[in-house]
T-cell receptor, first 114, second 114 residues
């Protein structure tokens, strides 16, 4: 099992450009999440998908959109990148049937917006 | 919604000493409390978790305690080693949580001095 994978690993964008961060999991998990991590600020939830076909806003959704393409894949789109979106982005997934379980994180995407 | 506070934000200990990190939560419906370790440049990874029907759990040098009445839980690392140096995050997950979200603390940067 590859677990949770993310592409790309690194990206540099100019202000106003758009891009999509890809995330996939092979653990058949129901729920998937996108976080951003800034220095000293911990993990902040951007969007989540509790199950295939549903998405909801988290703590910091402005400037982002998401698509739950199928059970495996959950993408994050920046329509018009801003320097404030410079961050490390983590995707995560979690099994949600039965007992509470951990979230598994992807390796992260380091995004710089100039 | 749930609010998780974590203290201290930074912690330095001598190798071989113990380290304790504390978290409080606000929602009595939270029933799952994981702890994640994040090494520099890496993804967060689960090191130990506890469910609300258990007061303490131990795994070698790591232990977690939960006080549901006071709504706090703590991570204890004994006989610390330099490889324990990392950022540690606590989290809480309420059972009402339709998004199956985790609410993370802001992290503790632990440095073990050889």
């Amino acid at each position: 099992n590859a677990g949770v994978t993310q592409t790309p690993k690194f990206q540099v964008l100019k202000t106003g450009q758009s891009m999509t961060l890809q995330c996939a999991q092979d653990m058949n998990h129901n729920s998937m999440y996108w976080y951003r991590q800034d220095p000293g600020m911990g993990l902040r939830l951007i969007y989540y998908s509790a199950s295939e076909g549903t998405t909801d806003k988290g703590e910091v959704p402005n400037g982002y959109n998401v698509s739950r393409l199928n059970k495996r894949e959950f993408s994050l789109r920046l329509e018009s990148a801003a320097p404030s979106q410079t961050s490390v982005y983590f995707c995560a997934s979690r099994e949600t049937s039965g007992a509470p379980y951990e979230q598994y994180f992807g390796p992260g995407t380091r995004l710089t917006v100039t | 919604g749930e609010n998780v506070e974590q203290h201290p934000s930074t912690l330095s200990v001598q190798e071989g000493d113990s380290a304790v990190i504390k978290c409080t939560y606000s929602d009595s419906a939270s029933n799952y409390f994981p702890w994640y370790k994040q090494e520099l440049g890496k993804r967060p990874q689960l090191i130990i978790d506890i469910r609300s029907n258990v007061g303490e759990k131990k795994d070698q040098r790591i232990a977690v305690t939960l006080n549901k009445t006071a709504k706090h839980f703590s991570l204890h690392i004994t006989e610390t080693q330099p490889e324990d140096s990392a950022v540690y995050f606590c989290a809480a997950s309420p059972r009402w949580n339709t998004g199956n979200q985790f609410y993370f603390g802001t992290g503790t940067s632990l440095t073990v001095i050889p």
